[in-house]
Nanobody, 113 residues
Framework: QVQLVESGGGLVQPGGSLRLSCAASGSIFSIVFMGWYRQAPGKQRELVAMINNSGGTNVADSVKGRFTISRDNAKNTVYLQMNSLEPEDTAVYYC???????WGQGTQVTVSS
């Protein structure tokens, strides 16, 4: 069992930046992929970015060039650096660990002037 706790969300103006953190605990040795997903009101949850335990990444086209995913293995933490934020980035952001289906509780990101 893997437990995930997200932090770092908040309200930011368009063009601003935020960094989300996801701290993992429990059976962390089993984790191969960690990813960030988001769900906006009335929309399906979508993949934002994913990183494997070798450091390989996959980033959605909608955020490519603006968002960066990284991990600190010593801290069992994955980060999502979000720059040049747009109102369309407003959503609840969730962390996920695979294999298995462990999800964090989510953190709200609101981009508004």
């Amino acid at each position: 069992q893997v437990q995930l706790v997200e932090s770092g969300g908040g309200l930011v103006q368009p063009g601003g930046s935020l960094r989300l953190s996801c701290a993992a605990s429990g059976s962390i040795f089993s984790i191969v992929f960690m990813g960030w997903y988001r769900q906006a009101p009335g929309k399906q949850r979508e993949l934002v970015a994913m990183i494997n335990n070798s450091g390989g990444t996959n980033v959605a086209d909608s955020v490519k060039g603006r968002f960066t995913i990284s991990r600190d293995n010593a801290k069992n933490t994955v980060y999502l650096q979000m720059n040049s934020l747009e109102p369309e980035d407003t959503a609840v952001y969730y962390c996920r660990a695979q294999p298995g289906n462990s999800w964090g509780q989510g953190t709200q990101v609101t981009v508004s002037s």
